[in-house]
């Protein structure tokens, strides 16, 4: 186990391996290795994945990267999670998508009743065999509701975006299944089809209001 805990009322699961628990009434669930867990009143569900980090208070956890719990009154009311996205593929047309997902294969959890503003910084390239061809640099905001338990993508929002050495704009989406989605883009407009070898990766922060 080798997991430490250190704090008042907090509960750890035997299955976890080098974590740290730290705070007041804390509960990490099964199969989260290597996670480091401080506050109060923070709820890691079993199975979220490894290398977890959680803070503030009145969290509840249920996706990959960071978590920082906003108070509220009750779990997972407020909070905002920090996670890592990334994708490749080819812009053969300007119908032809890109998907992201975290660490390359998962998608995003939103709990019923919920409502996300998922920011999204992206970094990305078309490489050659010269090297760079060119690169991709925008912000963009994704609003998505799970209302009861149905996910709904409602719009996004470029807020800036820069291209060199390519043409055209991005244009985002979501694959949605179940209470689960991840993003994926096209690029529309390009004069110089197909546009391929992309490799694209961007950090992500959700901002979460969950109603119960």
């Given at each position: 186990?080798?997991?430490?805990?250190?704090?008042?009322?907090?509960?750890?699961?035997?299955?976890?391996?080098?974590?740290?628990?730290?705070?007041?009434?804390?509960?990490?669930?099964?199969?989260?290795?290597?996670?480091?867990?401080?506050?109060?009143?923070?709820?890691?569900?079993?199975?979220?994945?490894?290398?977890?980090?959680?803070?503030?208070?009145?969290?509840?956890?249920?996706?990959?990267?960071?978590?920082?719990?906003?108070?509220?009154?009750?779990?997972?009311?407020?909070?905002?999670?920090?996670?890592?996205?990334?994708?490749?593929?080819?812009?053969?047309?300007?119908?032809?998508?890109?998907?992201?997902?975290?660490?390359?294969?998962?998608?995003?959890?939103?709990?019923?009743?919920?409502?996300?503003?998922?920011?999204?910084?992206?970094?990305?390239?078309?490489?050659?065999?010269?090297?760079?061809?060119?690169?991709?640099?925008?912000?963009?905001?994704?609003?998505?509701?799970?209302?009861?338990?149905?996910?709904?993508?409602?719009?996004?929002?470029?807020?800036?975006?820069?291209?060199?050495?390519?043409?055209?704009?991005?244009?985002?989406?979501?694959?949605?299944?179940?209470?689960?989605?991840?993003?994926?883009?096209?690029?529309v407009g390009s004069a110089t089809y197909p546009e391929n070898d992309i490799k694209l990766s961007a950090l992500t922060t959700f901002t979460q209001y969950h109603y119960e």
């Amino acid at each position: 186990m080798n997991t430490f805990t250190n704090g008042d009322t907090n509960t750890v699961r035997p299955t976890n391996i080098l974590s740290i628990v730290s705070g007041t009434k804390n509960y990490l669930g099964d199969n989260n290795d290597n996670s480091l867990i401080v506050g109060k009143n923070l709820v890691v569900n079993n199975n979220v994945g490894e290398s977890l980090f959680v803070t503030g208070s009145n969290a509840s956890v249920i996706n990959k990267g960071m978590t920082i719990g906003g108070g509220g009154s009750y779990g997972g009311e407020i909070q905002t999670g920090i996670v890592h996205i990334s994708g490749s593929g080819n812009f053969t047309n300007n119908t032809t998508y890109i998907n992201l997902q975290i660490e390359g294969t998962d998608s995003y959890n939103i709990p019923a009743d919920s409502m996300w503003v998922l920011k999204i910084l992206l970094s990305g390239m078309q490489y050659g065999l010269s090297g760079i061809d060119g690169t991709i640099t925008g912000e963009y905001n994704l609003h998505i509701v799970n209302r009861g338990t149905t996910v709904i993508f409602i719009n996004a929002t470029t807020i800036d975006e820069t291209l060199d050495n390519m043409t055209g704009y991005l244009v985002w989406d979501v694959v949605i299944s179940g209470e689960t989605f991840y993003p994926r883009v096209k690029l529309v407009g390009s004069a110089t089809y197909p546009e391929n070898d992309i490799k694209l990766s961007a950090l992500t922060t959700f901002t979460q209001y969950h109603y119960e």
